[in-house]
C-alpha cells in the first residue's frame, strides 16, 4: 500500500497488524510527519528524500531469536547497495547501515509478543536517499545515496531489489540462522577486533568485540579479558579509536 504522507508508516503497520494484516503487508509513504526512530528519536522524513517503509512480520520464532531478523534486514540493505548502486556499505551493530561511516540506512524494529508467542513484529526501514545536506547536528554522522553516487535515486527504485533480499534473509534468518549470522559478520567493520564504546541506559563502559552468539547478541572483550553479550534494545555503540600499538 502507497501513500503520499503517513504519521508513521510504523505506526499504521502496527494498527494494521492488530486488525490481523497478513505476513508481507508493505506499506510505503512519500513523507512521514512523525517518523520515528530507535532509542525514542524522530526520523526526518520529507518528502521524496528517503525510502520509507513498513513490513508487517508473523514470525515462527522465540522472541529471544528474534533479534536475528533484525542483522538479516541489515544484511538485505547492505546486498541492496552494492548489488544495484555499487556503495560499499558497513554495518554497525545492530542494525545501522553505514557508507563512507556515515549512517544511510536505520531499522526499526517493533514487536509483540504474548507470553513466550511472538505476535507480529514491524519491521521499519528508512533509507536516506536524496538529501542534498543535513541539519547541523547529525550532518558528521549522517549521508544519502544522492551524496554518495551522485544521483537521485526513487523509494520504488530501491524497494524492489530490497524486498528480494529481505526475502531471502528473512527465510535465512530462520532456516539457517548460521548463514545469516557469518554473513552479517562479514559485512560489519563493527564484529571482529573492533574497540567500541557500548552506551545504555544502565551506564557505559569499553570493549573489544568478539562476534556474534547464535542468537544475535555482541560478545564485547572487557579490558579485564571477561566477556559480556550485548543484546540489541536500548543499547548504541560508538568506535573507539584503536589502541596504541604496545598499551593493552
Ligand atoms: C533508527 O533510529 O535508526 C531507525 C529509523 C527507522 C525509520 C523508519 S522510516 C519507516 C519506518 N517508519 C517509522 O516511523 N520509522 C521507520
Not at 22 to 47: C, D, F, H, K, P
Not at 60 to 67: D, E
Not at 210 to 222: A, K, M, P, Q
Amino acid at each position: 500500500m502507497e501513500f503520499d504522507t503517513l504519521p508513521s508508516t510504523n505506526e499504521l503497520a502496527r494498527e494494521m497488524a492488530v486488525q490481523g494484516a497478513v505476513e508481507g503487508t508493505t506499506i510505503l509513504a512519500r513523507e512521514q510527519t512523525a517518523g520515528r526512530g530507535r532509542l525514542g528519536r524522530t526520523w526526518t522524513s520529507a518528502a521524496g528524500e528517503g525510502l520509507y517503509v513498513s513490513i508487517i512480520l508473523r514470525p515462527k520464532v522465540q522472541p529471544r531469536r528474534f533479534s536475528i531478523m533484525t542483522l538479516a534486514s541489515a544484511v538485505a540493505v547492505a546486498e541492496t547497495l552494492i548489488s544495484e548502486f555499487a556503495v560499499t556499505p558497513d554495518i554497525k551493530w545492530p542494525n545501522d547501515v553505514l557508507v563512507s561511516d556515515r549512517k544511510v540506512c536505520g531499522i526499526l524494529l517493533e514487536t509483540a509478543t504474548e507470553g513466550d508467542k511472538l505476535e507480529y513484529a514491524i519491521l521499519g526501514i528508512g533509507v536516506n536517499l536524496g538529501q542534498p545536506d543535513f541539519p547541523d547536528d547529525i550532518r558528521e554522522s549522517s549521508t544519502s545515496l544522492l551524496l554518495e553516487t551522485r544521483r537521485l535515486i526513487g523509494a520504488e527504485e530501491f524497494l524492489w531489489p530490497l524486498l528480494d533480499r529481505l526475502q531471502y534473509w528473512y527465510q535465512a534468518a530462520t532456516s539457517a540462522p548460521a548463514q545469516c549470522l557469518a554473513r552479517w559478520e562479514q559485512l560489519s567493520s563493527y564484529a571482529r577486533d573492533c574497540r567500541v564504546r557500548v552506551i545504555s541506559t544502565a551506564g557505559d563502559y569499553d570493549g573489544v568485540t568478539r562476534g556474534l552468539t547464535e542468537t544475535g547478541s555482541l560478545i564485547v572483550e572487557l579490558p579485564g579479558g571477561e566477556s559480556r553479550e550485548v543484546v540489541s534494545g536500548e543499547v548504541s555503540l560508538r568506535r573507539l579509536p584503536a589502541a596504541a600499538k604496545g598499551s593493552s
